[in-house]
């Protein structure tokens, strides 16, 4: 559309007694173009519309009614419009008249919260999806920051329980060197025992925790997530920054580069601060509560039974134990990176965390006898020699019933050794004999051959007559 101050020199133009063509010419424009403006004036005409307010009078008595069904959603009120009433509305139009008839409150305008130094820290977790080894998982990313200098800390772990939770925040505490005086956390049950929001009540355990480093957890009101921004916002960036472009060989190389990162981002300057957290961090680290002389391990107790193999099973992994406690019950502690077992306030055994794995299991030398396997052979040549030089047949069948078992074959040739043993010679042979013509490798259908061969003579087997 031409400009009004085009379309005057054109007006112009034409008063100098300039014809169309040469006016067209000059401005670059059509002959026509130049005809049509002479008409229409120097103001450009507007295009006929129909007013908003007669298009929110329109629908507005059915606008409301269609906002209840629709719960409050545009699309279906717009979709809903043209079905059932044959109007057409624009999707801006239809916003601008929900506005305008107040059937939607008004957003309000929000505020900042502001912290002085060592005051309060906020804390969160996300589910993020990490390539890990040549698998992609499904994490949890466990964050904490302080609410004044906006110091940065993330983890990553297989799950979050109470037991990561502490193992975390006692990370994370040891990174700033010390913690604020209030913790702002969502209404999770891993922290909290019951209630919500002001009426939350945190669980004994992580009061516990919490005391022994000095600050409270305060839980924020529900859908008011607002409360702890701080940490929010830093998700996005952990997720498009921080895993983009990243390898990882397994949790310790996943961790280890997450912490770097965390350093070189407290570096940048942030633009709401002004300087660096790690500058801002410098006034606010004579306010924060200093870490105890003593640090309290972060563990949990179990007692597991060692069970035949001698092993025992902790969150689907398996640990070795001395295989003379076969058994008997022993105390279990888990620690973040170790599992440690103590048999009569002894310890008999640390093995590194199978954290992140399942079905996997953990074997420290000297639990289990090496020897096993060759015992189990010996043993099984010692009987295959008690078998074996009696019966050219028995000999044959010894060695295609090796073929027909796993390992050494210790328990067949032992059972077999049992029958020999037990049953007269020339019945056993007999059934040795009818078992190599048909391949029967059965012991307990050799063992019915067995008996049926030797019913008459030694057994009283005559049906009763009823």
């Not at 939350?200 to 005391?211: G, K, L, N, W, Y």
């Not at 969150?315 to 990176?337: D, M, Q, W």
């Amino acid at each position: 559309m031409l400009t009004r101050d085009l379309r005057q020199t054109i007006h112009s133009l034409h008063k100098a007694q300039k014809s169309n063509r040469e006016i067209g010419r000059l401005l670059k424009v059509s002959k026509s173009t130049v005809a049509n403006i002479l008409k229409q004036g120097v103001d450009i005409p507007s295009k006929p519309r129909k007013s908003l307010k007669s298009q929110a009078t329109d629908i507005e008595p059915v606008l409301t009614e269609l906002f209840t069904r629709c719960l409050g959603n545009a699309v279906r009120i717009q979709e809903m419009l043209k079905e059932e009433y044959g109007l057409d509305v624009a999707y801006s139009t239809l916003k601008r008249c929900i506005r305008n008839t107040e059937l939607r409150a008004p957003r309000k305008r929000v505020g900042e919260y502001c912290f002085n130094p060592g005051e309060e820290m906020q804390h969160d977790t996300s589910p993020h999806w990490v390539l890990l080894g040549d698998k992609k998982l499904k994490v949890q990313c466990a964050s904490l920051v302080l609410g004044y200098s906006r110091k940065l800390f993330m983890q990553y772990y297989p799950c979050f329980t109470r037991f990561e939770a502490k193992t975390f925040l006692k990370a994370a505490i040891e990174f700033m060197g010390g913690s604020c005086r209030r913790c702002i956390i969502d209404n999770t049950s891993v922290i909290l025992y019951a209630g919500s929001g002001p009426n939350a009540v945190v669980s004994p355990e992580m009061a516990t925790f919490c005391r022994m480093y000095g600050f409270e957890f305060m839980a924020h009101r529900i859908n008011h997530a607002d409360r702890k921004g701080k940490i929010e916002r830093p998700f996005f960036y952990i997720e498009n920054n921080f895993l983009a472009g990243r390898s990882f060989k397994d949790w310790d190389d996943l961790n280890a580069q997450a912490k770097e990162w965390c350093l070189v981002v407290n570096q940048k300057d942030k633009r709401i601060l002004g300087m660096a957290p790690e500058t801002a961090f410098i006034q606010e680290k004579p306010y924060l509560v200093p870490l105890p002389e003593v640090l309290p391990p972060i563990y949990e107790h179990y007692q597991r039974l060692v069970d035949c193999q001698g092993y025992v099973h902790l969150e689907t992994n398996r640990y070795s134990a001395p295989e003379k406690l076969i058994g008997k019950t022993i105390n279990v502690y888990k620690y973040p990176e170790t599992v440690r077992l103590f048999y009569k306030h002894q310890e008999i055994g640390t093995h590194p965390r199978l954290s992140g794995k399942r079905y996997e299991y953990s074997r420290l030398s000297g639990h289990h006898s090496k020897n096993q396997k060759k015992q189990a052979s010996l043993a099984a040549n010692k009987t295959e020699a008690a078998l074996r030089g009696h019966d050219e047949l028995l000999d044959q069948y010894i060695e295609t019933l090796k073929k027909h078992v796993r390992g050494s074959g210790y328990r067949s040739l032992n059972r077999l050794l049992n029958l020999k043993r037990t049953y007269p010679t020339e019945a056993f042979l007999c059934a040795i004999k009818k078992a190599n013509h048909y391949g029967l490798y059965d012991l307990n259908r050799l063992e019915d051959l067995i008996i049926k061969s030797v019913a008459g003579d030694y057994f009283n087997l005559e049906e009763e007559n009823l």
